[in-house]
Nanobody, 117 residues
Framework: QLQASGGGFVQTGGSLRLSCIASGSTFGINVMGWYRRTPGKERELVATMTRSDRINYADSVKDRFTISRDNAKNTVYLQMNSLKPEDTAVYYC?????????????WGQGTLVTVSS
C-alpha cells in the first residue's frame, strides 16, 4: 500500500514536494520511484531510486526535480522545482520488492499536480 501526498496547484516557476509512504508488504523494497500521466498520454517515468541510491531521471525533469528516500521510513520524496505547465499531471509513486524470488510492484493512488502558466 502506498499513500502519496503533496500535490496541488502552483504557478510556473514554483515548487512542490511530493511524499509517498509505503506500508504493508514492504519487506525487500528495492526500487522506489515516481511516474506521471497526463490525459491522452501513457504513464511515463519521472524518477526512480534504488536502495543503493542509484538514480534515474527522465530527461525532461533533470536539473529541476530531485528524488530521495528514507529507507527506515519506507518513504520516497520528489522535490520539484522550476515547475512548468507541461509538468501538470497525476503523479504516481511505485515500489518493487523481491520476495521468495518473485518481483512485486505496488502503485499509489496518484496525486494531482497542476502548474498554471
Amino acid at each position: 500500500q502506498l499513500q502519496a501526498s503533496g500535490g496541488g496547484f502552483v504557478q510556473t516557476g514554483g515548487s512542490l514536494r511530493l511524499s509517498c509512504i509505503a506500508s504493508g508488504s514492504t519487506f525487500g523494497i528495492n526500487v522506489m520511484g515516481w511516474y506521471r500521466r497526463t490525459p491522452g498520454k501513457e504513464r511515463e517515468l519521472v524518477a526512480t531510486m534504488t536502495r543503493s541510491d542509484r538514480i534515474n531521471y527522465a530527461d525532461s525533469v533533470k536539473d529541476r526535480f530531485t528524488i530521495s528516500r528514507d529507507n527506515a521510513k519506507n518513504t520516497v520524496y520528489l522535490q520539484m522545482n522550476s515547475l512548468k505547465p507541461e509538468d501538470t499531471a497525476v503523479y504516481y509513486c511505485k515500489y518493487t520488492n523481491l520476495v521468495n524470488g518473485v518481483l512485486n510492484a505496488f502503485w499509489g493512488q496518484g496525486t494531482l499536480v497542476t502548474v498554471s502558466s
